[in-house]
């Protein structure tokens, strides 16, 4: 099974070489591996480049945008610019941070979900963060959710989610078009990947307002927004939290910002949220 991997990377000079020699030890080793330097000011490209000289199956390519660090579409600006010096031979795609440590079988576990269930669309494992000398799972969000930091996706799940949306949110919502196209998510809780910088802990502040922006271009409606809102700012012990959420949902909303799903694709996840939360209430 073919794995290509790419990892957009801004200022990981103290990360990356720790990412790419666990990639570069897999038990299942990646077709290709694509870093893409994204306006980096540090030594991140020496770094990676001292790597293609090794292993011919790594590039590196560089991309310029902000030098700010923000979630959504910087990230995903930087993948495709990965994306578009790769050829189609590939059975699996990632997209993975430039901070991550991966168990040494880990694409070979993958490997075998992926090939023993065809109807899994989209697979990875969980992130532990260390606290106290102690790595923990970093509890950011729901055991069914796969974190944005570690996405692989089935060839044909990623046609036909639309690959990538250049938005925030894309992490989110690739989930739920690939549950909508009638894909399966697995997350397989005995892949522990050391995450060496907790979500979120270098984002700029004018982030702030773009989870609620996120919200409203998924079609998620008021109400599903106020309660997510509500549950991250109980989460986070900030009433800050549901502020900013709600006034970067109005803010698209009067703006008139361009939905990222379709109408049928936003009823689904309306839906889909709804059943969710009144799981839970029962």
Known sequence: MNFYIIIPAHNEEDSIALTLESLVSQSHLPKRIVVVNDNSTDNTEHIVQKFTETYKFISLVHTTSSNKHLPGAKIVNAFYKGFETLDDQYDVICKYDADLIFPKNYLEQLAFHFNKNKNIGMAAGLCYIKKNEAWILENLTRKDHIRG????????????????????????????????????????????????????INYNTSSKYLQGEALYKMRYGFMITLIT???????????????????????????????????????????????GILTKLK
């Open 229 to 275: 809102a509500l549950k991250m700012a109980l989460k986070k012990r900030n009433l800050r939290v549901l502020i900013n959420y709600m006034k970067g949902y109005y803010k698209a909303k009067n703006s008139n910002t361009t939905f990222i799903v379709t109408m049928d694709e936003g009823k689904f996840i309306r839906n889909l949220r709804w059943n």
């Open 149 to 200: 930091a570690l996405k692989a996706y089935r060839k044909q799940c990623f046609l036909d989610i639309g690959l990538l949306k250049l938005s925030m949110g894309w992490d989110t919502v690739d989930e739920l078009l690939a549950k909508y196209y009638d894909w399966d998510i697995l997350i397989d809780d005995s892949l522990k990947v050391n995450h060496l910088k907790p979500t979120g």
